[in-house]
């Protein structure tokens, strides 16, 4: 991911929509990718991965698109609920490393 | 599934002194992991690399004997805050990277430590 500032981009979204949310990445040698939701106070808590060689996979109510060619990763959250209210990280790998960059995050605000 | 583990999850202290964060996987061996300092609203920055038996590489701008890191065992590693200053507050987070059977590691992150230095 590129951490790219001090702002958090916030997503609102009404509860019982989908969300959307997007990454852009730098390193076109990155092989791997990860979602990772942060609540407050917590660590990061894994939600989806992909891997370079596929440009789509799907999870339970969530799914992962990943675009090489613009170097851009997004996360869809099916039917969104309040408790999917919190920070997403984008994370890349590059090299087969054990290494992740961090995106700068978006926080997503379920409203009722 | 994998569970790592971080203690304590949050400490308030007199500035100049010295505090030690544990990091422990719980169910499996870590021969590597990651600490992290996150600034409130930011993401997550590498701070270190920790491994097991060997001294721990250092990001471009991180402290070495400001942030001491030890991997003594395959299960645990540690942060040292050494003599601790106001500007040094801040969430601090390991990761520790089990292998799957694909060669892909999914960072599995502690809970975190929130640091507030008086």
């Known amino acids: 991911g590129e951490s790219v500032g001090l702002h958090l981009p916030t997503l609102s979204v009404q509860e019982g929509d989908n969300s959307i949310i997007n990454c852009a990445y730098s390193?076109?040698?990155?092989?791997?990718f990860i979602w990772y939701k942060q609540e407050s106070g917590k660590g990061p808590q894994f939600i989806i991965d992909i891997r370079s060689n596929m440009d789509k996979r799907q999870g339970q109510r969530v799914t992962v698109l990943l675009n090489k060619t613009v170097k851009h990763l997004s996360l869809q959250i099916a039917a969104t609920q309040p408790g999917d209210s919190a920070v997403y990280f984008c994370?890349?790998?590059?090299?087969?490393?054990?290494?992740?960059?961090f995106g700068p995050g978006t926080r997503l605000s379920v409203l009722p | 599934g994998a569970v790592v583990s971080q203690h304590p999850s949050w400490v308030i202290c007199k500035s100049g002194t010295s505090v030690k964060i544990e990091c422990r996987s719980l169910d499996f061996q870590a021969t590597t992991m990651f600490w992290y300092r996150q600034f409130p609203k930011q993401s997550l920055m590498l701070m270190a690399t920790s491994n097991e038996g060997s001294k721990a590489t250092y990001e471009q701008g991180v402290e070495k004997d400001k942030f001491l890191i030890n991997h003594a065992s395959l299960t645990l590693s540690t942060l040292t805050v050494t003599s601790a200053h106001p500007e040094d507050s801040s969430f601090y987070i390991c990761?520790?990277?089990?292998?799957?059977?694909?060669?892909?590691?999914?960072?599995?992150f502690g809970d975190g430590t929130r640091l507030s230095i008086l």
């Open positions: 990761s520790a990277p089990p292998r799957d059977r694909g060669g892909n590691q999914p960072q599995h």
């Open positions: 994370a890349d790998r590059y090299n087969y490393g054990q290494n992740f960059v």
């Open positions: 390193n076109s040698a990155s092989d791997y």
